[in-house]
């Protein structure tokens, strides 16, 4: 995410159209009972949600779950009046990878994924099938709820689990607040398993899900108001798990930023049901689109991705625009009164894909998905795809190259957003102002004396400050990408730009830690000296 003036900042990302009727699993499918506002408590055990949102009308738009004891396309349903069209290399699960650069875990999740968005801006319905192996023994399985973390809760967003199964057995969760607002839903759901997971048994969890979406929020879930889109990231409860670790649990912060940890999943289809006549953006391939023949008047766009650590999609009467930028296709939609075209936000991200991969390499993605809309603050990045404010990008010139940064930080490589936030948000800071021009003025950057030498504290140490907002951006980003800086210039820019390269081929499709990146630059004893004195990693 890259710090805007929030009140410059109009906009947001992907969007989803308007949702009444859910992504319901189809008659034998999922037999749990729908969990009710009572049987779903807080961490004090009080009974939550507290919006009413308005019932489904009408039969489900889709269904991606595979049934009790069903293994995931077999037993899975969408309705199509014919096969989807074939997509640009949808034959191939796994895109070539540039020599050097780790493959994916092979042992990954698999994700399946709907979202009903029609005819209302408020409701979004959706089910999700997770097929998952851990690598140690469980006796639960643990998502999050993201859109019930406060910033995005006080914008009147809401995620709540509506039934589950585990392995064809039907499972009530508990779920817990974990920093949600009192009285909302917690962003803490564990699912019950009838029997402990073994290490290395593979287990089916079936969930279906409504949100509740919030008007002109300024953040990564929301709807406009003024032209009806929907912008929907992490959107759904994600699988909390750390291969090596286990469970994410920690709180969410109360603090304007991402603070995501997941391990990447391959996202064998990503179904969004949606009103005929409006765009749909999303997350990895777009892999064709039908009319439904179970909703009249509404279309099924199919996306699918070998390998993401998240889902965002935009639903909208967009102006659209796709581009091939070496190898990448750019997909570009904006509102159509918007305060730039389609054709400039294409202009910008294709010069910051070029700029940005002479430094760090390949391009992660074959496809990079960019929504422009009103509502959401600066810009907020997902993994082959971006939300941004309804702006000018060329007013803005560090919004762009920061944004697509995060492809490489926290997309390739991911972190623990909460835990250690210069990972990513320093190090897009620095590719940013590398590739901008702005360097020279960035490694001069002094720090507030609060934050000063504290590169490295976590998203609630920053919280707990007076002005966090603020004082995060100048302790971690600014004051990162200075650190950044000097430490190329300590070590040589040559071999800087080598060994960073050298810790996103070696840290590729996995959750990397300061001592990651430590490791990659042990050569350089100067670099490393500097990146202590700043306290980003331990001395």
Known sequence: MRPVARTVVLAVVLTVMAGLGACTPSAGDLTAPTARPGDTPTAGGEAVPPHSPPPPRGPSGCAVTGGPGGGGDAGSKVSYVQPLTAARGLGRDTAPRPDGRAAPWKDRPTVSLCFDVRSDPRVVRGSEQVTFTPDRRTCEIVFRAWPNKPETARAGNQLEVTSAAVDGRRQIPKVEAAGAPPG???????????????????VQVDLTFT???????????GYSSRDGSVWLGTAYPLLAWQRGKGWVTDPAVDLFGETVTSEEFRLRRLDVVAPAGEQVLGTGQ?????????????????FRADSVRDVSLTVGRLRTVSRDVDGVRVHVGVPEDSVASAGEWADSTAAAIRALSSYLGPF????LWVTVADGVGSGIEFPGAIQFSDVSPTRFPALVPHEVAHMWFYGLVGNDQARDPWLDEALAEYAETLVDGTAARS??????????????????WYASLRNPADLYAAGVYRQGGAMLHRARKAAGPATFD?????????????????????????SRPKAIAILREYGAIPR
């Open 364 to 367: 992660p993605y074959r496809d």
């Open 286 to 302: 777009a892999a064709g689109s039908m009319p439904s023949t179970k909703v009249r008047g509404s279309v099924v766009h199919r």
């Open 184 to 202: 909302w839903p917690g962003t803490l759901v564990k699912v019950p398993v009838s029997r402990c997971v073994a290490a290395g048994r593979t």
């Open 498 to 522: 080598r060994l960073l390269r050298g810790y996103l081929n070696a840290n590729a499709h996995r959750i990397a830690t300061p001592r990651d990146f430590a490791r990659a630059f042990a």
């Open 443 to 460: 490694i001069r950057f002094q720090a507030p004396a609060r934050v000063r030498d504290r590169v490295g504290e976590s998203m609630a």
């Open 211 to 221: 949100l509740t979406v919030g008007a002109n929020t300024p953040e990564r879930v």
